[in-house]
Every structure is written in C-alpha cells, then in structure tokens.
Antibody, heavy 120, light 110 residues
Framework: EVQLVESGGGLVQPGKSLRLSCAASGFTLRSYSMNWVRQAPGKGLEWVSYISSGSTNIYYADSVKGRFTISRDNAKSSLYLQMNSLRAEDTAVYYC?????????????WGQGTLVTVSS | QPALTQPASVSGSPGQSITISCTGTSSDVGNYNFVSWYQQHAGKVPKFLIYGVSNRPTGVSNRFSGSKSGNTASLTISGLQTEDEADYYCISYTSSNYVVFGGGTKLTVL
C-alpha cells in the first residue's frame, strides 16, 4: 500500500526556519517525481514545489522561490522541504504528493499533511 | 491569485448532473492535455479524480467525467449523490512553471 507521511510541522516565528519531511513507503521513491502542495486555513490548494526522480529538475512557485528548498534522499525513501525566512502567509497544511509517472503533473497519492503555523 | 479560473460554487439536486469549468490560457489548459481534477471533502486529503483531461484512475466512479474545449476544461458529475458534496480543484501543466491550480469549486448537493 502506497503511503506518504509528512512530519516536521509546528509553530514557528516569522523569519525562522523549518524543515518538513515526507516518508514514502509501499513504492520505490526513486522511480517517481514528487511535489509539495499547501493549503492555507479555509483556502484552496497551492502547488509549492516539484522535484524530479533524480533531483535533476526542480521547480518552485513564485511565492516561495528563494526561500524554500526541495530535496530528496531516495536511499532513505524521503522527501524534504527546507523552509527559510518564513512569513505569516506561509501558514498552511503542507502535503507531499506523488506524480502518477515521471514528470506527469497528476498527483495520484497524497500524504495526510502537516500543519505549519507562522506566528509570533 | 489562482492561475486557473473555477466558479466559486455550484449546486444540484440528487440525481441531476452538474459541470464545473476550469478556464486557463494557451500556456496551460489550451495547449496541453495535462489537466487533472481532485475532490476534497471537508477536513480530508484531496482525492485523485481525473487525469489527462478525461481518464479515470482505477476505483473512481464512472459518474465522474472530464473534457476540454479550447482553454477550458470541465468536470461533469452525473447522477449526483449527497456524498459528492465537496470542493473540487483542477490542475494543469503550464509552460511557465510546472503546474497551476484552480481556485476550487464548492459543490452543494441540495
């Protein structure tokens, strides 16, 4: 059974950093490209970042470019999101989501999400 | 501001059909068949509903169907059921930055 489990969320002050993790199981992570998607409280879904299976291609939403860094460790079956210079508007549930196949933007499996709250 | 435009809300009665539109541009919906749809019940994780404009993943009811014309993709739900009440989101590949989301549509089953 495919499972994605996010962790690392919590309450953090503006300007600080946080690192999210996504543990993958039930499939071979190195064969899939992955994404982070977030959802602010009461708002819609927003794509955050993409990383190809071999980390060759990486993309970011304009709203996080220069502040967030996506990475992966296929040997550990893990995906990461390093979030720096956090702002109140980054407050959201963060989901990791798998692409149906390499480079195809169809998110077939999602984790349960981890809540990040940026507040003083 | 979401790049793809969806109606904020739609409604229908049980048994009826409804259609949710998703309008983009020639840089996304209009030029690629990489459109997908997701269903999200309140407080739940989004569910993969449609991909490649009109394909259903295994296990998704055939009451859900997708189509596209020009810069607008559409999700049609036939034979509405109370459990269809949820938020629906479209996503498209975009030449500018991998993917863009629609703002979401709240479906109310009256």
């Amino acid at each position: 059974e495919v499972q994605l489990v996010e962790s690392g969320g919590g309450l953090v002050q503006p300007g600080k950093s946080l690192r999210l993790s996504c543990a993958a199981s039930g499939f071979t992570l190195r064969s899939y490209s992955m994404n982070w998607v977030r959802q602010a409280p009461g708002k819609g879904l927003e794509w955050v970042s993409y990383i190809s299976s071999g980390s060759t291609n990486i993309y970011y939403a304009d709203s996080v470019k220069g502040r967030f860094t996506i990475s992966r460790d296929n040997a550990k079956s893990s995906l990461y999101l390093q979030m720096n210079s956090l702002r109140a508007e980054d407050t959201a549930v963060y989901y990791c989501a798998r692409d149906l196949s390499a480079g195809s933007p169809f998110f077939d499996y999602w984790g349960q999400g981890t809540l990040v709250t940026v507040s003083s | 501001q979401p790049a793809l435009t969806q109606p904020a809300s739609v409604s229908g009665s049980p048994g009826q059909s409804i259609t949710i539109s998703c309008t983009g541009t020639s840089s996304d919906v209009g030029n690629y068949n990489f459109v997908s749809w997701y269903q999200q019940h309140a407080g739940k994780v989004p569910k993969f509903l449609i991909y490649g404009v009109s394909n259903r993943p295994t296990g998704v009811s055939n009451r859900f169907s997708g189509s596209k014309s020009g810069n607008t993709a559409s999700l049609t739900i036939s034979g509405l059921q109370t459990e269809d009440e949820a938020d629906y989101y479209c996503i498209s590949y975009t030449s500018s930055n991998y993917v863009v989301f629609g703002g979401g549509t709240k479906l109310t089953v009256l």
